[in-house]
């Protein structure tokens, strides 16, 4: 069983920035496909952005491209996700998942991010 814990979450302003973790149990972590989702309260839950097992290939949702970054160290078995640029409507609780093909299989407890204006 994977288990993926988040953390870097907080309460900024707008405009501000934020660089969220998640730390993996699994020593085969580069062999799953990592991904960051949030969901706003009354919402559901959302993709936000993703990375192949190598970090050679990412994809974001439209509302975070530009602002935010996906990032992994193998290494440290370690996925990242760096947001600047913060706005209200990114308020949310963040989850990491990994996934081995399709399914996202494994999920974090959510870390929560806080953007005041």
């Known amino acids: 069983q994977v288990q993926l814990v988040e953390s870097g979450g907080g309460s900024v302003q707008v405009g501000g920035s934020l660089r969220l973790s998640c730390v993996s149990t699994d020593r085969i972590f580069g062999t799953y496909f990592m991904g960051w989702f949030r969901q706003a309260p009354g919402k559901e839950r959302e993709f936000v952005a993703s990375?192949?097992?190598?970090?050679?290939?990412?994809y974001y949702a439209d509302s975070v491209k530009g602002r935010f970054t996906i990032s992994r160290d193998n290494a440290k078995v370690t996925v990242y996700l760096q947001m600047i640029s913060l706005k209200p409507e990114d308020t949310a609780v963040y989850y990491c998942?990994?996934?081995?093909?399709?399914?996202?299989?494994?999920w974090g407890q959510g870390t929560q991010v806080t953007v005041s204006s």
């Open positions: 998942a990994a996934r081995m093909f399709t399914r996202w299989d494994y």
């Open positions: 990375i192949s097992r190598s970090g050679g290939i990412t």
